[in-house]
């Protein structure tokens, strides 16, 4: 069998596992159904800045790119998923472990740690998707070719729980998978790391965007808070690349240097250039590749 033809039979048994899981999920509401449980934490997200404070102006809904950004949300969460983002991040060990072969590597695990106390488990996968999740945000604000992709989350000037959600699809297809790898090497599937993804780094997405002025405190030297990521987003920082990369532990920014959090100022929303990004949903989609192949770069 051709590589080809192994890599599109894999891509369609993986997606139709997605499928069974989806439709027997959804058949079953539940708390402890992960599908059910991240949109209840998603629609409190949005509870708790209707209630709580503002730490801008706008309300919820008032936002300008409110609607767009629910959009994002069904686009990114829901559409890249039906059309096969799990999928891909199970072809993609396929593919590196056929890749490894060639180097008479057999198996990706390193170690096995799935025989551990299930408390164990989850803070070595939490730890190892943080430190990946940071690593990839930096590559996407170093690399000119990402940052013209990660460049649409940041010309936002208004935040809210969904513009956690407002970013371009490549981001997702190209270091959600790789960010697998790790995973695949102590031992978890491809739909242990999905259900990991959606519920701890989208939620947790969603409560870092959310316009409430409540103040962390020391938990913001610990962990990613609204307080700490609207640093991340904001133009008046002298740093070229930004500060506070961090997806949910702020430790890697502290230990690394890249720690923002000046008590004596406010953030300002957007980015330089930001002007230049277009409006619209397809605007948004074209853009980056209009930046990158158009030969007309800076
Ligand atoms: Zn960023
Ligand atoms: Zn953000």
Avoid at 167 to 194: N, Q, R, T
Wanted: aromatic share 20%; with cysteine.
């Amino acid at each position: 069998m051709s590589f080809f033809s192994e890599i599109t039979n894999e891509f369609a048994s993986q997606q139709s596992q997605f499928w069974n899981y989806t439709k027997d999920s959804l058949k079953h509401p539940a708390l402890k159904n992960v599908y059910y449980a991240v949109f209840l934490a998603y629609l409190l997200c949005f509870v708790l800045e209707i209630i709580l404070p503002k730490q801008r102006k706008h309300g919820v809904m008032l936002r300008k790119y409110f609607w767009q950004d629910t959009f994002y949300v069904l686009f990114n969460d829901i559409l890249i998923n039906v059309l096969g983002f799990f999928a891909l991040c199970a072809v993609t060990e396929f593919a590196f472990l056929k890749f490894m072969a060639l180097f008479n590597v057999h198996s990706l695990k390193v170690m096995d740690i799935t025989h551990l106390n299930p408390w164990l488990q989850i803070l070595i996968m939490f730890i190892l998707q943080d430190f990946c999740e940071w690593l990839a945000h930096v590559i996407l604000h170093r690399s000119n070719f990402f940052w013209e992709f990660h460049k649409i989350h940041h010309a936002q000037e208004e935040l809210g729980a969904a513009s956690t959600r407002h970013f371009h699809w490549v981001e997702m297809i190209v270091f959600k998978p790789l960010i697998f790898i790790p995973f695949a090497m102590i031992g978890y599937s491809a739909v242990d790391y999905f259900l990991f993804q959606i519920t701890v780094q989208n939620v947790w997405g969603f409560f870092t965007h959310m316009n409430i002025k409540v103040k962390w405190g020391w938990l913001n030297y610990i962990i990613n808070t609204p307080e700490s990521h609207a640093w991340h987003h904001a133009k008046n920082v002298d740093r070229k690349y930004g500060v506070n990369y961090a997806s949910i532990l702020n430790i890697w920014d502290l230990m690394f240097g890249h720690f923002h959090l000046p008590k004596d100022k406010q953030p300002i929303l957007g980015v330089v250039g930001g002007k230049e990004v277009p409006t619209t949903f397809i605007g948004q989609f074209i853009y980056p590749f209009k930046k990158n192949f158009s030969g007309k770069k800076k």
